[in-house]
């Protein structure tokens, strides 16, 4: 089997045409583009034992040949995919499964039962144009662009999908590219494969929340290395959160959005000498801006979810509270659209596929002097990090008990950043050490958010009830201050008892 890496993005039917004339294409192509037709089946197991297993069996039909493809569905992060595939060309339009010589893939396909029980699941017709495009350095990719129609059953999509398969070089070379052909034509990262799309449309997927993955850092990276790895992940969680806020309904996928962001901007302070402010301005404003729209969002969801049933499960039935509930409601619907809207923007696409291809081509060394600080370590980096965050909570820290709001909200954002850190660099310390520290701080962080939450309600509740709210809505205010009130005193304790535990922790990374 040949490992390949591919870069998937989705470009409008109406664009499609446009890039058989786009100047990077004629300049960087070995040969005028070789169009075809293509259908390709895939088939499996009526309950996919294939797809379920990691396994993609398809056959294409091109100029008369019957080509039989196999891939291990490998690794897909953020719009790029890693996986082995092996081709053989076969005499019939049906799966010949003596062809294979992978030896993991042999004993699997070799079960009598499941050959038999193989059925096409869905096809793709389109017109395929490839072209083979160099590079200085010695680069090569293979561009291709599948305009069509995907067929499962009765239903037919429509399909306009650009790949730009890596042939020889560095995967940067494929967002280098990208960003050439976004100049020319409006693409967006493509999260999903022709491939994903079918069997979707075949067994229904269900949506995902994606959580923090810990980045798999080692003690001998340098700091290049390791931002990379951790900017990485937060897009790639990012990313994986965006079906479940446009098409789902658990209220954590928009949270995880918002989680992804946070982690991400903290990265980028975390080893801000490494890539100079100067050269992320751009790509921090813009992730303002959307954190923004995600924070509206987000503040509603917990006022609708939790901070208002407790209040209502007390005062059932309260006409004021019925009326607050309906005005929240609206809120968030309002919001979410703004959020989808965002998310479905040119402009948001844009910006992610700016960021990917910074982070994997290193823009951060725009200029010669960026490069003082290339040799640093990643240790050097968490130590210097770690140590510096934890001195800031404890300093704020300091009097706990008697901290009014605003500074228990610094207390807070001091928590988060020392979260983050911590579970970025956790990987490099003690397991045991590490894991211990960041539960004691995650409880602190949740407690505080708690208070701050409580904070927070009144002048949601204000903006939902506007200037001249009506008796009932007035009581339901009224109502609310004086649970808030009692739910501070009660907090306040939780977070007293979070911040001595949290106290008692030596630095693990010391």
Known sequence: ????????????????????????????????????????????????????AGISL???????RWIQSIKTIGHSF????????????????????????????????SNQNLIHALIPIFQT????????????????VELALDVGQLIVGKSHEPISEIK???????????????????????????????????????????????????????????????????????????????????????????????????RLRSAFTLFSKLIGRKNSVELLSELGLFADSLGKARDLDV??????????????????????????????????????????????HDWVLMLADWLENERWH???????????????????????HHKQLRRCGKHFTHMLPEERHATRIAAKKLRYAAEFFAGIYSPGKSRSFIKDLSRLQDCLGLLNDISSTEKLLHELIGPRPGHALDEALHIFI??????VVNSLAQADHAWRKFTHHKSFWC
């Open 125 to 140: 017709k389109v017109m395929h144009s490839e072209w083979t495009l160099g590079f200085n350095g010695g680069d090569k």
């Open 58 to 64: 398809c056959i294409r039909h091109v100029a008369g």
């Open 482 to 487: 004086g649970c808030n009130a009692c739910n």
């Open 303 to 348: 006022f609708i979810a939790e901070t208002l049933p407790a209040v209502m499960r007390q005062f059932q039935n309260h006409e004021g509270l019925l009326k607050l509930r309906d005005k929240a409601l609206s809120a968030k619907a309002v919001a979410y659209v703004k959020v989808r809207t965002e998310i479905l923007s040119q402009r948001y």
């Open 164 to 262: 730009l398969a890596l042939k020889k070089g560095s995967k940067g070379r494929l967002f280098d590219l990208a960003m050439k052909l976004k100049s020319q034509t409006s693409i967006t990262l493509g999260n999903n494969s022709k491939m994903q799309y079918g069997y979707a449309y075949y067994r229904e997927i269900p949506l995902i929340v994606y959580y923090a993955k810990p980045p798999k850092l080692r003690r001998n990276n340098d700091a290049n290395s390791a931002f990379k790895k951790i900017a990485w992940e937060c897009v790639n969680q990012l990313l994986s959160n965006q079906d479940m806020v446009l098409y789902g309904t658990d209220i954590e996928g928009l949270h995880q959005m918002r989680v992804a962001l946070r």
């Open 1 to 52: 089997m040949i490992s390949k890496v591919e870069l998937k993005l989705a470009v409008a039917c109406q664009d499609a045409a446009s890039l058989l004339e786009q100047s990077i294409v004629m300049a960087a192509s070995f040969n005028k583009p070789i169009t075809y037709k293509l259908v390709t089946t895939y088939y499996d197991t009526p309950d996919l034992k294939l797809f379920d």
């Open 78 to 109: 953020s719009g790029l995919y890693e996986y082995m595939e092996s081709e053989s060309e076969i005499s019939v339009g049906s799966p010949y499964l003596t062809k294979i010589s992978a030896p993991k893939l042999i004993k699997f396909l």
């Open 366 to 388: 725009a200029s010669i002097n960026d490069h003082k600080d290339s040799d640093t370590k990643v240790l050097d980096v968490a130590s210097a990090s770690l140590t510096k």
